[in-house]
């Protein structure tokens, strides 16, 4: 059983910066990718981030250069730093982790993310 716990969500100001964390307990197994995904009401939830065990980093596009995904793979935690943020940005940011070799997903219960002035 892997369990996905979010936290660093909240209200912030236009051009603002949050930073996410999430913490993986169970065996999410050494072949994986974790990532940041989101969802506005009324709409589709997109990819915003992932980092897979190799290194290897993607990003929207609509994130490139204003935030930054880390992992540390000794406490099972991946990180979402979010800088320059935009209204648009406002969303319930989820965590995910996928096992690669059993092909298991598995997600978090999102934390919201709200940039008002």
């Known amino acids: 059983q892997v369990q996905l716990v979010e936290s660093g969500g909240g209200l912030v100001q236009p051009g603002g910066s949050l930073r996410l964390s999430c913490a993986a307990s169970?065996?999410?197994?050494?072949?994986?990718?974790m990532g940041w995904y989101r969802q506005a009401p009324g709409k589709q939830r997109e990819l915003v981030a992932t980092?897979?065990?190799?290194?290897?980093?993607n990003y929207a596009e609509s994130v490139k250069g204003r935030f930054t995904i880390s992992r540390d793979k000794t406490k099972n935690t991946v990180y979402l730093q979010m800088n320059s943020l935009k209204p648009e940005d406002t969303a319930l940011y989820y965590c995910?982790?996928?096992?690669?070799?059993?092909?298991?997903?598995?997600w978090g219960q999102g934390t919201q993310v709200t940039v008002s002035s």
């Open positions: 995910k982790t996928s096992n690669l070799w059993t092909q298991y997903d598995y």
């Open positions: 169970g065996s999410i197994g050494s072949i994986n990718v």
């Open positions: 980092i897979s065990s190799d290194g290897s980093i």
